[in-house]
């Protein structure tokens, strides 16, 4: 492991303030899975700034029409939040099935969504696009696990946070604090970053100088239901190969809106915007779900040896579209 300096902020303002002037060389600690590990490997910052003393950061809370979760919530306090369970039973249950219980006592849902890519070479240090060199090797090296079939312009490592997709199908936006004050971004954007046109590489999907600082999820429409559904070589401690989370609005029994998001298969949450709308104005019939998930992998451009995914993928889509109609037709909530 490299040498680093250890800085303490007792306040959002703090944070950013000590980001802002080691411009660049510094990086936020919460609770240091991701970020340790890439240390230990020799991928790391010269500086790491522990905000885990922003009490007011870890609070999970109805406020009005929102549900408020603080970047430093652990996985295992949305696990167990009642809040979340009666609000969004598909992020408690995408939260409980990351990792380890030791992990998600520890990890928390701001550095759940930021952390880095589950890439072989990056994780033992290969000089790529994200760790200060060129290149992707993954592109025609080993890539049979957490990467992309959806393709990757620079990096084809997939996006592995287990909560991004379930966030980004409940339409949520991530409040950030930066030098000039808070602002909102919707997830989704925020994790598709913008494809670099000047040729050096991904772009950051988040400012060296800015703190996120919570996730603000709008409260579910009357008649949604929702699914989680993973798959993974392990049963726990393991990433998605494949994840999909759908919310979808019902009235009278038919589907009037819809998101459906992959995640595990893309460098960003991929909204199967196809599937979405094979769904919409139907009732979700065996044959229209079967056409749903055919679609939803329509684009899909796999690399060498991870075509098994877009099966895969398929089939996880069908699951999840099953569960929600069956729970429609049953009135279970
Ligand atoms: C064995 C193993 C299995 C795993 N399985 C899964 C799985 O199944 N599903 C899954 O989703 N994940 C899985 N993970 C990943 C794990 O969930 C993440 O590493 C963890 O959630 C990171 O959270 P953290 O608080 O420890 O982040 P840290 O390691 O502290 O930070 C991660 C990154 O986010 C940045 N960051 C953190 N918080 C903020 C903030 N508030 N503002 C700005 N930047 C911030 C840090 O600077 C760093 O770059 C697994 C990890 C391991 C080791």
């Known amino acids: 492991m490299k040498g680093f300096t250890y800085l303490e902020a007792a306040s959002a303002k703090e944070a950013v303030d000590i980001l802002e002037e080691l411009k660049g060389q510094a990086k936020i600690l919460a609770g240091g899975i991701d970020l340790l590990?890439?240390?230990?490997?020799?991928?790391?910052?010269?500086?790491?700034?522990?905000?885990k003393g922003i009490k007011e950061m870890s609070s999970i809370m109805v406020d009005g029409d929102v549900l408020r979760i603080g970047a430093l919530a652990t996985l295992s306090d949305i696990a167990s939040s009642s809040d979340v369970r009666r609000e969004l039973s598909m992020?408690?249950?995408?939260?409980?099935?990351?990792?380890?219980?030791?992990?998600?006592n520890v990890a928390t849902v701001g550095g759940n969504l930021l952390q880095n890519v589950w890439c072989w070479y990056l994780r033992n240090g290969y000089p790529c696009w994200r760790n200060e060199g060129r290149g992707c090797p993954a592109a025609s090296g080993e890539n049979s696990t957490y990467?992309?079939?959806?393709?990757?312009?620079?990096?084809?490592?997939?996006?592995?946070?287990?909560?991004?997709?379930?966030?980004?199908?409940?339409?949520?936006?991530?409040?950030?604090?930066?030098?000039?004050?808070?602002?909102?971004?919707?997830?989704?954007s925020l994790l598709s970053g913008s494809a670099a046109e000047d040729g050096k590489g991904p772009p950051p999907t988040f400012a060296s100088n800015e703190l996120l600082y919570e996730i603000e999820v709008p409260r579910l429409k009357k008649g949604t239901r929702t699914a989680f559904c993973k798959a993974s070589v392990r049963e726990s401690w393991d990433f998605a190969l494949a994840s999909v989370s759908v919310a979808a609005c019902f009235e009278g029994g038919v589907v009037t809106d819809a998101r459906i998001v992959l995640g595990?298969?893309?460098?960003?949450?991929?909204?199967?915007?196809?599937?979405?709308?094979?769904?919409?104005?139907?009732?979700?019939?065996?044959?229209?779900?079967?056409?749903?998930?055919?679609?939803?992998?329509?684009?899909?451009?796999?690399?060498?040896?991870?075509?098994?995914k877009v099966m895969l993928t398929e089939g996880l889509i069908y699951k999840a579209l099953t569960s929600i109609a069956d729970d429609q037709a049953t009135g279970r909530s």
């Open 264 to 308: 595990g298969v893309s460098t960003y949450p991929y909204r199967a915007v196809e599937a979405e709308e094979a769904i919409i104005g139907k009732q979700l019939g065996k044959e229209t779900i079967k056409s749903a998930s055919r679609l939803g992998v329509v684009k899909a451009k796999p690399l060498q040896m991870n075509s098994y």
């Open 91 to 104: 992020l408690s249950d995408a939260a409980s099935r990351v990792a380890s219980p030791q992990i998600r």
């Open 147 to 188: 990467f992309s079939i959806f393709g990757g312009r620079f990096c084809v490592a997939a996006q592995p946070s287990d909560l991004a997709p379930v966030l980004v199908a409940c339409d949520a936006s991530a409040m950030i604090v930066g030098p000039k004050g808070t602002r909102a971004q919707h997830l989704q």
């Open 37 to 51: 590990y890439l240390m230990k490997k020799g991928v790391g910052p010269k500086y790491l700034v522990d905000i």
